[in-house]
Protein backbone atom coordinates (compact mmCIF):
# COMPACT_ATOMS: atom_id res chain seq x y z
CA UNK A 1 0.00 0.00 0.00
CA UNK A 2 2.60 2.83 0.95
CA UNK A 3 4.63 2.03 -2.45
CA UNK A 4 1.27 2.51 -4.53
CA UNK A 5 0.61 5.84 -2.24
CA UNK A 6 4.32 6.87 -2.52
CA UNK A 7 4.04 6.71 -6.22
CA UNK A 8 1.27 9.04 -6.16
CA UNK A 9 2.77 11.77 -3.79
CA UNK A 10 5.83 11.43 -6.05
CA UNK A 11 3.31 12.32 -8.98
CA UNK A 12 1.91 14.75 -7.30
CA UNK A 13 4.93 16.51 -6.45
CA UNK A 14 6.49 16.36 -9.59
CA UNK A 15 3.37 17.37 -11.66
CA UNK A 16 3.11 20.48 -9.12
CA UNK A 17 6.69 21.35 -9.49
CA UNK A 18 7.14 21.14 -13.32
CA UNK A 19 5.09 24.15 -13.84
CA UNK A 20 7.19 27.22 -12.93
CA UNK A 21 4.19 29.60 -12.93
CA UNK A 22 3.03 27.30 -10.38
CA UNK A 23 5.73 27.51 -7.97
CA UNK A 24 5.46 31.10 -8.34
CA UNK A 25 1.82 30.99 -7.18
CA UNK A 26 2.91 28.53 -4.54
CA UNK A 27 5.52 30.33 -3.04
CA UNK A 28 6.19 33.79 -3.82
CA UNK A 29 2.12 34.95 -4.11
CA UNK A 30 2.03 33.93 -0.41
CA UNK A 31 4.71 36.06 0.56
CA UNK A 32 3.49 38.72 -1.62
CA UNK A 33 -0.05 38.89 0.58
CA UNK A 34 2.18 38.67 3.70
CA UNK A 35 3.65 41.97 2.96
CA UNK A 36 0.57 43.64 1.32
CA UNK A 37 -1.82 42.63 4.51
CA UNK A 38 1.13 43.11 6.68
CA UNK A 39 1.22 46.75 6.07
CA UNK A 40 -2.04 47.28 4.22
CA UNK A 41 -4.45 45.77 6.99
CA UNK A 42 -4.40 48.05 9.63
CA UNK A 43 -7.16 50.38 11.80
CA UNK A 44 -4.27 51.96 13.43
CA UNK A 45 -4.80 55.54 12.88
CA UNK A 46 -1.49 58.15 12.99
CA UNK A 47 -0.47 60.93 11.14
CA UNK A 48 -4.20 62.27 10.91
CA UNK A 49 -4.04 65.13 8.37
CA UNK A 50 -5.17 68.41 10.02
CA UNK A 51 -6.28 71.70 9.58
CA UNK A 52 -7.07 74.76 12.04
CA UNK A 53 -9.32 77.63 11.68
CA UNK A 54 -8.07 79.79 14.96
CA UNK A 55 -10.22 82.77 15.23
CA UNK A 56 -8.92 83.44 18.71
CA UNK A 57 -4.90 83.55 18.14
CA UNK A 58 -4.24 83.70 21.67
CA UNK A 59 -1.50 81.96 23.75
CA UNK A 60 -4.14 79.60 24.99
CA UNK A 61 -5.35 78.23 21.41
CA UNK A 62 -1.79 78.19 20.17
CA UNK A 63 -1.11 75.84 23.28
CA UNK A 64 -3.60 73.73 22.04
CA UNK A 65 -2.66 74.07 18.58
CA UNK A 66 0.93 73.00 19.41
CA UNK A 67 -0.28 69.62 21.91
CA UNK A 68 -1.87 68.63 18.80
CA UNK A 69 1.09 69.13 16.83
CA UNK A 70 3.42 67.53 19.49
CA UNK A 71 1.44 63.84 19.04
CA UNK A 72 2.48 61.59 16.88
CA UNK A 73 -1.50 61.46 15.64
CA UNK A 74 -2.09 64.71 13.75
CA UNK A 75 -0.31 66.61 11.43
CA UNK A 76 -1.04 70.18 10.88
CA UNK A 77 -1.49 70.73 7.24
CA UNK A 78 -3.06 74.00 6.52
CA UNK A 79 -4.15 76.75 7.99
CA UNK A 80 -7.39 78.29 6.75
CA UNK A 81 -9.29 82.17 7.52
CA UNK A 82 -12.61 81.31 6.35
CA UNK A 83 -15.45 78.82 5.92
CA UNK A 84 -15.48 78.48 2.70
CA UNK A 85 -11.28 76.85 2.67
CA UNK A 86 -12.49 75.28 5.67
CA UNK A 87 -15.75 73.28 3.57
CA UNK A 88 -12.98 73.42 0.45
CA UNK A 89 -10.16 70.67 2.38
CA UNK A 90 -13.27 68.88 3.50
CA UNK A 91 -14.98 68.18 0.61
CA UNK A 92 -11.54 67.38 -1.04
CA UNK A 93 -10.39 64.98 1.53
CA UNK A 94 -7.79 66.90 2.03
CA UNK A 95 -7.72 66.67 5.81
CA UNK A 96 -9.66 64.14 8.29
CA UNK A 97 -10.26 67.50 11.12
CA UNK A 98 -10.26 70.65 11.16
CA UNK A 99 -9.33 72.51 15.16
CA UNK A 100 -11.74 75.31 15.30
CA UNK A 101 -10.79 78.23 17.69
CA UNK A 102 -14.10 80.68 18.52
CA UNK A 103 -13.37 84.36 19.24
CA UNK A 104 -12.96 84.75 23.12
CA UNK A 105 -11.41 81.15 23.60
CA UNK A 106 -8.56 82.76 25.61
CA UNK A 107 -11.22 84.93 27.80
CA UNK A 108 -13.59 82.27 28.34
CA UNK A 109 -10.99 80.24 29.94
CA UNK A 110 -8.88 83.26 32.07
CA UNK A 111 -12.79 84.25 33.35
CA UNK A 112 -13.59 80.07 34.58
CA UNK A 113 -15.96 79.94 32.02
CA UNK A 114 -16.80 76.60 29.51
CA UNK A 115 -14.51 77.82 26.60
CA UNK A 116 -15.73 76.09 23.25
CA UNK A 117 -13.24 74.08 21.12
CA UNK A 118 -15.18 72.90 17.28
CA UNK A 119 -13.66 69.54 15.95
CA UNK A 120 -14.84 69.18 12.64
CA UNK A 121 -14.33 65.68 11.60
CA UNK A 122 -14.66 64.16 8.02
CA UNK A 123 -17.41 61.24 9.28
CA UNK A 124 -17.24 59.38 5.63
CA UNK A 125 -15.34 56.35 8.03
CA UNK A 126 -16.94 56.26 10.96
CA UNK A 127 -14.53 53.95 12.40
CA UNK A 128 -11.85 56.78 11.63
CA UNK A 129 -13.90 59.68 12.90
CA UNK A 130 -14.15 57.28 16.56
CA UNK A 131 -10.75 57.33 16.71
CA UNK A 132 -9.79 60.81 16.05
CA UNK A 133 -12.59 61.90 18.10
CA UNK A 134 -10.95 59.96 21.14
CA UNK A 135 -7.88 60.74 20.32
CA UNK A 136 -8.65 64.47 20.39
CA UNK A 137 -10.52 64.20 23.69
CA UNK A 138 -7.08 62.74 25.46
CA UNK A 139 -5.17 65.33 23.88
CA UNK A 140 -7.58 67.83 25.41
CA UNK A 141 -7.90 66.25 29.09
CA UNK A 142 -3.92 66.01 29.26
CA UNK A 143 -3.59 69.85 28.24
CA UNK A 144 -6.28 70.77 30.54
CA UNK A 145 -5.12 68.75 33.77
CA UNK A 146 -1.31 70.45 33.05
CA UNK A 147 -3.23 73.81 32.51
CA UNK A 148 -4.74 73.37 36.24
CA UNK A 149 -1.55 71.92 37.67
CA UNK A 150 -0.05 74.97 36.72
CA UNK A 151 -2.40 77.29 38.65
CA UNK A 152 -4.70 77.86 35.52
CA UNK A 153 -8.49 77.68 35.21
CA UNK A 154 -9.78 76.15 32.27
CA UNK A 155 -12.94 74.51 31.83
CA UNK A 156 -12.83 72.70 28.79
CA UNK A 157 -14.18 69.60 30.76
CA UNK A 158 -16.16 69.15 33.86
CA UNK A 159 -13.74 68.53 36.89
CA UNK A 160 -14.98 67.57 39.87
CA UNK A 161 -11.50 67.65 42.27
CA UNK A 162 -8.03 67.52 41.71
CA UNK A 163 -6.14 65.19 42.32
CA UNK A 164 -8.81 62.77 41.08
CA UNK A 165 -8.64 58.92 40.24
CA UNK A 166 -5.06 57.92 39.06
CA UNK A 167 -6.37 55.75 35.88
CA UNK A 168 -3.30 54.00 34.02
CA UNK A 169 -4.19 51.58 31.34
CA UNK A 170 -1.95 48.73 31.29
CA UNK A 171 -2.73 46.57 27.98
CA UNK A 172 -1.52 43.02 27.78
CA UNK A 173 -0.41 40.94 25.01
CA UNK A 174 0.11 43.94 22.86
CA UNK A 175 1.45 46.47 24.67
CA UNK A 176 2.06 49.26 22.01
CA UNK A 177 -1.62 48.52 20.64
CA UNK A 178 0.01 47.49 16.80
CA UNK A 179 -3.20 46.08 14.72
CA UNK A 180 -0.43 44.39 12.56
CA UNK A 181 0.21 42.06 15.56
CA UNK A 182 -3.52 41.08 15.64
CA UNK A 183 -3.87 41.05 11.14
CA UNK A 184 -0.37 38.81 10.93
CA UNK A 185 -1.75 35.46 12.51
CA UNK A 186 -4.91 35.87 10.83
CA UNK A 187 -3.29 36.43 7.36
CA UNK A 188 -0.92 33.55 7.81
CA UNK A 189 -4.36 31.43 9.01
CA UNK A 190 -6.05 32.57 4.82
CA UNK A 191 -2.53 31.47 3.67
CA UNK A 192 -3.20 28.26 4.79
CA UNK A 193 -6.43 27.54 3.86
CA UNK A 194 -6.29 29.18 0.21
CA UNK A 195 -3.38 27.24 -0.52
CA UNK A 196 -4.21 23.48 0.75
CA UNK A 197 -7.94 23.86 -0.44
CA UNK A 198 -7.14 25.40 -4.07
CA UNK A 199 -4.33 23.01 -5.05
CA UNK A 200 -6.21 20.09 -3.54
CA UNK A 201 -9.19 20.46 -5.22
CA UNK A 202 -7.40 21.91 -8.72
CA UNK A 203 -5.05 18.62 -8.52
CA UNK A 204 -8.22 16.06 -8.94
CA UNK A 205 -9.64 18.06 -11.34
CA UNK A 206 -7.31 18.36 -13.78
CA UNK A 207 -6.76 14.49 -13.80
CA UNK A 208 -10.69 14.74 -14.96
CA UNK A 209 -9.56 16.82 -17.57
CA UNK A 210 -6.79 15.40 -19.02
CA UNK A 211 -8.66 11.96 -19.33
CA UNK A 212 -5.99 9.87 -16.59
CA UNK A 213 -8.35 9.66 -13.94
CA UNK A 214 -9.85 6.94 -15.77
CA UNK A 215 -6.47 5.13 -16.28
CA UNK A 216 -6.03 5.36 -11.89
CA UNK A 217 -9.20 3.87 -11.37
CA UNK A 218 -8.27 0.72 -12.82
CA UNK A 219 -4.83 0.79 -11.70
CA UNK A 220 -4.24 -1.59 -8.15
CA UNK A 221 -4.89 1.70 -6.03
CA UNK A 222 -7.44 1.37 -3.77
CA UNK A 223 -9.79 4.82 -3.43
CA UNK A 224 -8.03 5.79 -0.09
CA UNK A 225 -4.71 4.59 -1.14
CA UNK A 226 -5.28 7.73 -4.11
CA UNK A 227 -6.96 9.99 -1.65
CA UNK A 228 -4.13 10.16 0.58
CA UNK A 229 -1.61 10.24 -2.45
CA UNK A 230 -4.25 13.62 -3.36
CA UNK A 231 -3.60 14.67 0.38
CA UNK A 232 -0.18 14.34 1.80
CA UNK A 233 1.50 16.60 -1.25
CA UNK A 234 -0.48 19.58 -0.55
CA UNK A 235 -0.80 18.91 3.71
CA UNK A 236 3.14 19.38 3.13
CA UNK A 237 3.10 22.34 0.99
CA UNK A 238 1.21 24.16 3.42
CA UNK A 239 3.18 22.96 6.20
CA UNK A 240 5.94 24.26 3.86
CA UNK A 241 4.41 27.92 3.97
CA UNK A 242 3.55 28.28 7.67
CA UNK A 243 7.43 27.97 8.30
CA UNK A 244 8.23 30.35 5.88
CA UNK A 245 5.47 33.05 6.74
CA UNK A 246 6.23 32.95 10.24
CA UNK A 247 9.25 33.04 10.09
CA UNK A 248 9.06 36.33 7.73
CA UNK A 249 5.76 37.69 10.35
CA UNK A 250 8.25 37.02 13.32
CA UNK A 251 11.74 38.04 11.42
CA UNK A 252 10.80 41.21 9.44
CA UNK A 253 7.27 42.31 11.08
CA UNK A 254 8.33 41.85 14.70
CA UNK A 255 5.33 39.64 15.24
CA UNK A 256 5.77 37.89 19.05
CA UNK A 257 6.14 34.55 19.06
CA UNK A 258 5.37 33.02 22.91
CA UNK A 259 3.63 29.58 22.23
CA UNK A 260 4.92 26.27 21.77
CA UNK A 261 5.82 25.32 18.08
CA UNK A 262 5.18 21.66 18.70
CA UNK A 263 1.46 22.92 19.24
CA UNK A 264 0.94 25.44 16.42
CA UNK A 265 2.03 22.48 14.08
CA UNK A 266 0.04 19.88 15.71
CA UNK A 267 -3.05 22.72 15.14
CA UNK A 268 -2.45 23.24 11.47
CA UNK A 269 -1.83 19.75 10.78
CA UNK A 270 -5.57 19.48 12.36
CA UNK A 271 -6.78 22.12 10.60
CA UNK A 272 -5.62 20.71 7.01
CA UNK A 273 -8.15 17.73 7.72
CA UNK A 274 -11.16 20.12 7.07
CA UNK A 275 -9.41 22.31 4.28
CA UNK A 276 -8.52 19.31 2.46
CA UNK A 277 -11.68 17.38 3.14
CA UNK A 278 -13.36 20.62 1.55
CA UNK A 279 -10.96 20.44 -1.86
CA UNK A 280 -11.92 17.07 -2.02
CA UNK A 281 -15.75 17.98 -1.67
CA UNK A 282 -15.08 20.58 -4.43
CA UNK A 283 -13.07 18.21 -6.36
CA UNK A 284 -16.06 15.66 -6.83
CA UNK A 285 -18.73 17.75 -7.80
CA UNK A 286 -16.46 19.99 -9.91
CA UNK A 287 -16.25 18.83 -13.85
CA UNK A 288 -13.52 21.83 -14.82
CA UNK A 289 -10.52 23.77 -13.29
CA UNK A 290 -12.58 26.92 -13.50
CA UNK A 291 -15.81 25.16 -12.14
CA UNK A 292 -13.34 24.28 -9.13
CA UNK A 293 -11.39 27.69 -8.72
CA UNK A 294 -15.11 29.67 -8.44
CA UNK A 295 -16.24 26.92 -6.33
CA UNK A 296 -13.14 27.08 -4.13
CA UNK A 297 -13.47 31.13 -3.60
CA UNK A 298 -17.85 30.66 -2.77
CA UNK A 299 -16.06 28.48 0.47
CA UNK A 300 -13.43 30.60 1.52
CA UNK A 301 -14.63 33.93 1.02
CA UNK A 302 -17.54 33.34 3.48
CA UNK A 303 -15.61 31.86 5.65
CA UNK A 304 -13.21 34.88 6.04
CA UNK A 305 -15.89 36.92 6.94
CA UNK A 306 -17.14 34.70 9.45
CA UNK A 307 -13.67 33.91 11.14
CA UNK A 308 -12.93 37.06 13.10
CA UNK A 309 -10.49 37.95 11.13
CA UNK A 310 -11.67 41.77 10.09
CA UNK A 311 -15.06 41.94 12.39
CA UNK A 312 -15.54 40.77 15.60
CA UNK A 313 -17.78 37.66 15.78
CA UNK A 314 -19.21 39.38 19.33
CA UNK A 315 -20.87 42.32 17.04
CA UNK A 316 -22.59 40.17 14.42
CA UNK A 317 -26.03 39.41 14.61
CA UNK A 318 -26.96 36.37 16.91
CA UNK A 319 -28.16 34.03 14.32
CA UNK A 320 -24.82 34.55 12.43
CA UNK A 321 -22.96 33.87 15.14
CA UNK A 322 -24.74 30.50 15.70
CA UNK A 323 -23.60 29.65 11.83
CA UNK A 324 -19.88 30.84 12.51
CA UNK A 325 -19.81 27.71 14.96
CA UNK A 326 -19.65 25.38 11.58
CA UNK A 327 -16.34 27.50 10.04
CA UNK A 328 -13.16 25.84 11.21
CA UNK A 329 -11.35 29.17 10.25
CA UNK A 330 -13.29 30.79 13.19
CA UNK A 331 -11.08 28.19 15.50
CA UNK A 332 -7.83 28.34 13.72
CA UNK A 333 -7.75 32.32 14.69
CA UNK A 334 -8.40 31.78 17.82
CA UNK A 335 -5.54 29.52 18.14
CA UNK A 336 -3.24 31.60 16.28
CA UNK A 337 -3.55 34.28 17.98
CA UNK A 338 -3.38 32.60 21.17
CA UNK A 339 -0.41 30.74 20.21
CA UNK A 340 1.45 33.78 18.89
CA UNK A 341 0.18 36.63 21.02
CA UNK A 342 -0.75 34.97 24.50
CA UNK A 343 1.63 32.01 24.15
CA UNK A 344 -1.14 30.03 25.89
CA UNK A 345 -1.38 26.21 24.71
CA UNK A 346 -3.64 23.02 24.70
CA UNK A 347 -4.61 23.68 28.37
CA UNK A 348 -6.57 26.85 27.19
CA UNK A 349 -7.38 26.01 23.67
CA UNK A 350 -8.46 22.72 24.10
CA UNK A 351 -11.90 23.61 23.28
CA UNK A 352 -11.06 25.01 19.55
CA UNK A 353 -8.64 22.21 18.62
CA UNK A 354 -11.51 19.31 19.36
CA UNK A 355 -13.67 21.62 17.24
CA UNK A 356 -11.19 21.11 14.42
CA UNK A 357 -10.95 17.50 14.74
CA UNK A 358 -14.19 16.88 14.67
CA UNK A 359 -15.51 19.19 11.79
CA UNK A 360 -12.21 17.89 10.13
CA UNK A 361 -12.76 14.83 10.51
CA UNK A 362 -16.44 14.74 9.54
CA UNK A 363 -15.63 16.89 6.10
CA UNK A 364 -12.58 14.48 5.86
CA UNK A 365 -14.83 11.28 5.92
CA UNK A 366 -17.98 12.46 3.96
CA UNK A 367 -15.89 13.96 1.30
CA UNK A 368 -13.93 10.62 0.44
CA UNK A 369 -17.25 9.07 0.73
CA UNK A 370 -18.80 11.37 -2.21
CA UNK A 371 -15.44 10.77 -3.91
CA UNK A 372 -15.77 6.60 -3.28
CA UNK A 373 -18.87 6.74 -4.93
CA UNK A 374 -18.01 8.80 -7.88
CA UNK A 375 -15.46 5.91 -8.53
CA UNK A 376 -17.23 3.50 -8.26
Known amino acids: MWERVRSIIIKEFRETFRDKRMLIIIFIAPLFQLFVFGYAATTDVNHIPTAVYNLDNTRQSRDV ?31 DVVLRFQRGFARDIEAGR ?66 RYFFIPGVIALIITIMSLLLTAMAIVREKEIGTMEQLIVSPLKPYELIMGKLIPFAVIALVELVIVTVIGVGWFRLPFRGDIIFLFLCIITFLLTSSGVGLLISTISSTQQEAMMS ?81
Do not use: H
Open 65 to 95: IRAFSYSKYFDIKYYVYTDAEEEKLIDKSRV
Open 114 to 179: SAALQLVVDGTDSNTAAVILSYASQIIERYQIAALEGGARIALKTVNAIPGVDLRARAWFNENLES
Open 296 to 376: TFLFFFPAILLSGFMFPIENMPRIVQYITYINPLRYLMIILRGIFLKGIGAAILWPQLCALLVIGLGVLIFSTLKFRQQLS
